[in-house]
């Protein structure tokens, strides 16, 4: 599919930067006039790739979080999260429901999540190099 429009940006993997990063998506990819539906789910996708980064990714560290949007023929939206933390051993586990790497304290329902939400979600990882989650969307809009 062909891009039309693309939004490029690196944020710290602080907790405070995942609203940041729904917020911008979500603005970015207004053109494409989605519905409150559409919006809240790409909102909540972004939200979960965006922690599972600063959580799972860097653990007890801080890195870089690269985001791109692109909007693509076709009323598309892929998004892609990527770090360069720890990465994923076996991504086929990481993405099992109430699998985590985190304790107690964390559901291990990110993948299952963005699962839900998005049209696919593909996940690519290696360790010690970082993993990228790439998520895709067709918008049908208010019109649909």
Not at 65 to 87: A, F, P
């Amino acid at each position: 599919m062909k891009n039309i429009n693309e939004l490029k940006m690196i944020i710290d993997s602080k907790s405070v930067n995942e609203g940041f990063s729904r917020v911008a998506v979500s603005a970015f990819i207004a053109c494409l006039d989605p519905d409150i539906e559409e919006l809240s789910d790409i909102k909540a996708a972004v939200s979960e790739a965006v922690t599972n980064s600063i959580v799972h990714g860097y653990r007890n560290t801080q890195g870089k979080i690269y985001i791109t949007v692109s909007i693509l023929e076709g009323s598309t939206v892929r998004i892609r999260v990527r770090d360069k933390g720890v990465g994923i051993e076996d991504i086929r586990q990481a993405m099992e429901p109430l699998f985590t790497t985190a304790g107690s304290e964390r559901a291990g329902l990110g993948f299952a999540v963005m699962e839900s939400f998005m049209d696919s979600v593909r996940v690519t990882s290696a360790p010690s190099k970082g993993t990228t989650v790439t998520l895709k969307k067709k918008i049908w809009g208010k019109n649909s």
